[in-house]
């Protein structure tokens, strides 16, 4: 009897191993999916990236499910949503973008700070991109405080940088954008996220002799 019991314990305990291995933790599953972002933006051919960021945004539809009240999975559908929107181009994406600035705005009522001010951020870049009113809700005005809140909460980071300054390319201030560019080509590396590094100072590089050929 006593044999039986601890075998029972350790098949028990076996299997409870076996499923916590299984089961990635919140943070594990979020990174694995801004990974896979990242490779559909910056590797993925331009015919098959509206196919695999649908794909991606119902992983996180599911996330943000299983997870309630954590802003985290509406801002990376949010960025989902606004990528994919950018793969498709002209009118028909602006349900997408619309979608993707309800996510944002939602996340911020729930945290301000979260993913360091990404929802910030991503919605400022929103605000500058597309068009205004009455096609959509461009405001370059209220684009620039968005980024600017992002540039306060993190002062240092590759994307908060890189937004502003593009926000200021798109403005016409080519030095102000030279500026925040060449800020963002120094923010510290980020280990567990190095595709998405890579592509970004790519894009910067791209965009600062872009406006060196001025």
């Given at each position: 009897m006593k044999y039986l019991s601890r075998l029972v314990i350790a098949t028990l305990l076996y299997v409870c191993g076996v499923v916590a291995q299984a089961a990635p933790s919140f943070d594990e599953a979020l990174l694995s999916l801004q990974e896979q972002w990242a490779?559909?933006?910056?590797e993925v051919a331009k015919d098959?990236?509206?196919?695999?960021?649908?794909?991606?945004?119902?992983?996180?539809?599911?996330?943000?499910?299983?997870?309630?009240?954590?802003p985290e999975p509406l801002i990376w559908r949010g960025i989902v949503l606004s990528t994919w929107a950018g793969a498709k181009g002209g009118l028909g994406a602006l349900g997408l973008v619309k979608?993707?600035?309800?996510?944002?705005?939602?996340?911020?009522?729930?945290?301000?700070d979260a993913?360091?001010?990404s929802a910030y951020t991503s919605l400022g870049s929103?605000?500058?991109?597309?068009?205004?009113?009455?096609?959509?809700f461009g405001d370059d005005k209220k684009a620039r405080?968005?980024?600017?809140?992002?540039i306060q909460i993190n002062p240092d980071g590759i994307d908060s940088n890189y937004f502003y300054?593009?926000?200021?390319?798109?403005?016409?201030?080519?030095?102000?954008?030279?500026?925040?560019?060449?800020?963002?080509?120094?923010?510290?590396?980020?280990?567990?996220?190095?595709?998405a590094d890579a592509g970004r100072r790519q894009?910067?590089?791209?965009?600062?002799q872009k406006l060196a050929d001025k």
């Amino acid at each position: 009897m006593k044999y039986l019991s601890r075998l029972v314990i350790a098949t028990l305990l076996y299997v409870c191993g076996v499923v916590a291995q299984a089961a990635p933790s919140f943070d594990e599953a979020l990174l694995s999916l801004q990974e896979q972002w990242a490779h559909i933006n910056y590797e993925v051919a331009k015919d098959q990236k509206q196919a695999q960021f649908k794909i991606l945004d119902e992983q996180l539809q599911a996330l943000a499910s299983a997870n309630p009240g954590r802003p985290e999975p509406l801002i990376w559908r949010g960025i989902v949503l606004s990528t994919w929107a950018g793969a498709k181009g002209g009118l028909g994406a602006l349900g997408l973008v619309k979608d993707a600035r309800s996510l944002f705005e939602q996340s911020l009522k729930l945290s301000q700070d979260a993913l360091q001010g990404s929802a910030y951020t991503s919605l400022g870049s929103l605000y500058y991109q597309v068009p205004g009113w009455p096609i959509a809700f461009g405001d370059d005005k209220k684009a620039r405080e968005l980024l600017e809140k992002a540039i306060q909460i993190n002062p240092d980071g590759i994307d908060s940088n890189y937004f502003y300054a593009d926000y200021w390319r798109e403005q016409g201030d080519n030095a102000r954008a030279k500026q925040y560019f060449t800020k963002a080509l120094q923010a510290p590396a980020r280990p567990s996220r190095p595709l998405a590094d890579a592509g970004r100072r790519q894009d910067i590089m791209d965009k600062l002799q872009k406006l060196a050929d001025k």
